[in-house]
């Protein structure tokens, strides 16, 4: 019998968009680190080739040095990364019902990206409905966004489908399979909105294990003996099982809570919290009780979540932002915040380590401010650097207006971030 489902569109060809070529060495002048010291570092090839005290590199006439960029008063640090993005829906909280056409979703997507990107994101992972209403059409328009975006930054794409088990659940396994099929590179789902939260699971982790793809679940995780089933399936699956958001673990008593992290941490699976604000695929807001996991043992990322939606009309997609609100909220410090949104989040991706130091990817983020606190606080002008070529620039000049007297006085103690342009 001929198959008579309709079938996928085929998948383009792999490099329709500008095709990265590597960059010329560029040279960051007079960076500071979370350490203390002043820097420069030099990229090529993609990668920081070397990090000496400022002014040495410039000097060092075994190298071209070629472009180089004044640091001077940022701070230096790995880019972050954006695990958990929804571009089929993003910006399109005033628009009404949001549009499924292709043209729509790819125009949102990749002004989205674009937007975090600005925030300092080099990678993004974007959820993406298939099935029902999207069909596999919201599918095809991000990863058309994926490769205009090539050498901007690096957008990989999460299928999501509604149903997965039963007679109505028969198509979307169908368009699941058919969405790996087209290019996308991470099974996911909600496994919460489907009657068999159980069977769901088995059927994305079935297709996971049949392509070699990660897993990228949606839960609100307020069941802990249903998260507990979820863990032991995942245990051990490579190349990866990502759950979020997660908040429901808040809400759980403690001892309860404090067993299911046990559990997460001994099936590897991380969790992806999403301190600005819930996404469309879970019922509840909150943040995941992110200490508790972290003692726990679990990898905790940070995500963005909704990006201006009808989840959260005013969400910005800035990771700065989550870091800094799992500090001010949370208990973090500075650093165990910011690693949520870069180091953890990179490895959640399963992409290589970014230090501040030769041989690592060259996947940076300076921040006008004198230290990390300060970054999250006030860290409004940036310089993004992807792939070691600077991406993005923003800058943000404040300035005052007074008197002669009073701007004598004040003038030595503005902030940085008032005094002059990135």
Same mark, same amino acid.
């Given at each position: 019998?001929?198959?008579?489902?309709?079938?996928?569109?085929? /998948?383009?060809?792999?490099?329709?968009?500008? @095709?990265? $070529?590597?960059?010329?060495?560029?040279?960051?002048? &007079? #960076?500071?680190?979370?350490?203390?010291?002043?820097?420069?570092?030099?990229?090529?090839?993609g990668r920081i080739e070397a990090v000496g005290t400022a002014g040495s590199l410039a000097a060092d006439g075994t190298r071209a040095c070629g472009t180089q960029v004044d640091l001077t008063g940022y701070l230096l640090l790995p880019a972050p990364a954006e695990p958990h993005a929804h571009a089929d829906t993003a910006l399109s909280a005033d628009d009404g019902p949001v549009s499924y056409d292709p043209r729509d979703v790819q125009r949102r997507a990749t002004e989205a990206a674009l937007l975090q990107l600005g925030h300092g994101a080099t990678a993004l992972r974007a959820h993406v409905r298939v099935g029902d209403v999207a069909g596999l059409g919201a599918l095809t328009a991000v990863l058309r966004a994926e490769r205009s975006l /090539?050498?901007?930054?690096?957008?990989?794409? @999460?299928? $999501?489908?509604?149903?997965?088990?039963?007679?109505? &659940? #028969?198509d979307g396994l169908a368009v699941l399979r058919d969405a790996v099929k087209m290019g996308a590179s991470v099974v996911g789902g909600c496994p919460d909105l489907d009657p068999d939260p159980t069977g769901y699971v088995e059927a994305v982790l079935e297709v996971a294990s049949e392509h070699g793809c990660p897993v990228d679940l949606h839960t609100d995780a307020a069941d802990p003996a249903r998260l507990a089933r979820f863990a032991a399936m995942a245990?051990?699956?490579?190349?990866?099982?990502?759950?979020?958001?997660?908040?429901?673990?808040?809400?759980?008593?403690?001892?309860?809570?404090?067993?299911?992290?046990?559990?997460?941490?001994?099936?590897?699976?991380?969790?992806?919290?999403?301190?600005?604000?819930?996404?469309?695929?879970?019922?509840?807001r909150g943040t995941a009780p992110v200490r508790l996991l972290r003692s726990a043992g679990v990898r905790v990322a940070a995500g963005s979540g909704a990006l201006r939606d009808v989840s959260n009309p005013v969400g910005?997609?800035?990771p700065l932002e989550a870091a800094y609100l799992l500090a001010s909220r949370h208990g973090l410090s500075a650093e165990d915040a910011y690693a949520?949104?870069?180091?953890?989040?990179?490895?959640?991706?399963?992409?290589?380590?970014v230090r501040v130091e030769a041989g690592f990817p060259a996947e940076l983020l300076a921040v006008r401010g004198d230290g990390l606190s300060g970054a999250l606080s006030l860290g409004y002008s940036r310089i993004v650097v992807h792939g070691g070529r600077v991406v993005a620039r923003t800058s943000a000049v404040r300035e005052y207006r007074g008197s002669a007297a009073l701007s004598a006085e004040v003038e030595p103690g503005l902030p940085r971030q008032g005094r002059g342009s990135a």
């Open positions: 019998m001929p198959d008579s489902r309709p079938q996928p569109p085929p /998948r383009p060809p792999s490099s329709p968009g500008p @095709v990265p $070529v590597d960059p010329a060495p560029l040279l960051l002048c &007079g #960076a500071r680190l979370t350490d203390g010291r002043t820097v420069d570092v030099r990229l090529g090839g /090539r050498g901007l930054a690096e957008l990989t794409t @999460v299928a $999501v489908p509604r149903l997965l088990t039963g007679v109505a &659940g #028969a245990g051990g699956l490579r190349p990866g099982v990502a759950l979020g958001p997660c908040g429901g673990l808040a809400r759980l008593p403690a001892e309860s809570a404090a067993r299911t992290a046990d559990r997460l941490a001994a099936a590897g699976v991380t969790v992806v919290c999403l301190p600005q604000g819930g996404c469309g695929t879970v019922d509840h910005r997609g800035d949520a949104v870069s180091a953890s989040a990179r490895a959640s991706l399963g992409l290589p380590e």
